[in-house]
C-alpha cells in the first residue's frame, strides 16, 4: 500500500479530487490517502500557505496529487504552483495531449508529450520594481546544467515510450545568450541518443506550425516561460485544459496536478468535469509502476468520454461531476 499526499486545492478542487478518490477506491487501487492543504484554504485554516505539515508529508511520501489551487492576479500571494515546483526542484513539467475519441475539437491525431523546464526561466522569481520610474525589471535566468536535465528527461521519455522524435522550442535568433545555452544543450544530448530524430523550432513558428499540422509533432521540449505556453496552446488541440493531465517530477519526489484553475464561479455546483485531474491520477499510476491500476481506468474513463450523453456539460452531455464518476466506475473491469 503506497501512502500519497492528497491536496485538494480551492474552488472545485475538493469536487474533483473526491471523483479520484471514488474511482480508485471502486478499482481497489492500493493507495491510501494522506490529506493537506495548500493556498487560500490552507491559509483561511492555519494562516500558512504552505503549511510546514504538508512540506513534512511530501518528503515522507515523495508522491503527491494537487487539486487546482487559486492564484491572485496583479496583487496577492505568489503562486503555490511555482513555489511547491521550487521547493522540491520538481524541474520536470509533463504535459500529454492526445485526441480523445468522441470529445470534439479541431483535430482528431494529436498525440504529443510537452517536457516544460520547470524551476528557471522568467519564473526564477528574480523581479526588481522601481515605483519612482514605475518600471520593472524581470531576469530569464537558464543553466546550462537546467537545460541538460529536463532535455535529457524528454529524450529519455521518447527512447522508454517508442517515441521518434523531440523537437526543441526556443528563441536563439534574439534571445543569443539564453537561446544558445538552451540550444546547445539539446544538440549535445541528442547525441546520446541516435535513434532518435532531433529537431528544433523557433517558438513564434512552433505555435503556427502545432495549429496547422500538430500531427508532426511527438516529443516537445522547451523552457518554462515557453512552455506554459505550448502547454495551454496543445491543450486546446485536444478539447480543453479540462481534458489533458499534468506532472511536475523531480529526481526522487513527484506532484500530479490538474491544469486547470479553480473556477469558484461553479464550485459547489455539482458540474465541474473531473477528467483532467483523473488523468493526472493515472500519471501517477504510472509513476507509481501500478499499470494494470492505470489501464482498467484509463478503458473506463475513455469509454465514458466516447459516450457524450455521460459526459459532464463542458463536454456537451447531461451528467453531473457525480453522475460521471459513477458512469466510470460502471465500466472497471
Known sequence: MKTVTLIKGDGIGPEIIQSVKDIFQAAKVPVQWEEQNAGQTALDETGELIPGTLVDSINTNKVALKGPITTPVKEGFRSINVQLRQMFDLYQNLRPCKSTPGVNSRFEDVDLVLFRENTEGLYSGLEIYDPRLEMADSIARITK???????????????????????????????????????????????????????????????????????????????NLFGDILSDLCAGL???????????????????????????DIAGKNIANPTAVIRSALLMLNYLKLTDYHDTISTALDSTLANRDECTADLGGRAGTTDFTQNIIKKLK
Open 145 to 223: 546544467d537546467g537545460s541538460m536535465r529536463i532535455i535529457r528527461a524528454a529524450f529519455d521519455y521518447a527512447k522508454n515510450n517508442q517515441r521518434k522524435k523531440v523537437t526543441l522550442v526556443h528563441k536563439a535568433n534574439i534571445l543569443k545568450h539564453i537561446g544558445k545555452i538552451f540550444l546547445d544543450a539539446g544538440m549535445e544530448v541528442a547525441k546520446d541518443y541516435p535513434d532518435i530524430v532531433t529537431d528544433d523550432k523557433i517558438i513564434d513558428n512552433m505555435c503556427m506550425q502545432l495549429v496547422i499540422k500538430p500531427e508532426q509533432f511527438d516529443v516537445v521540449v522547451t523552457t
Open 238 to 264: 485536444v478539447g480543453g485544459l479540462g481534458l489533458v493531465a499534468g506532472a511536475n517530477i523531480g529526481d526522487d519526489i513527484a506532484i500530479f496536478e490538474a491544469v486547470h484553475g479553480s473556477a469558484p
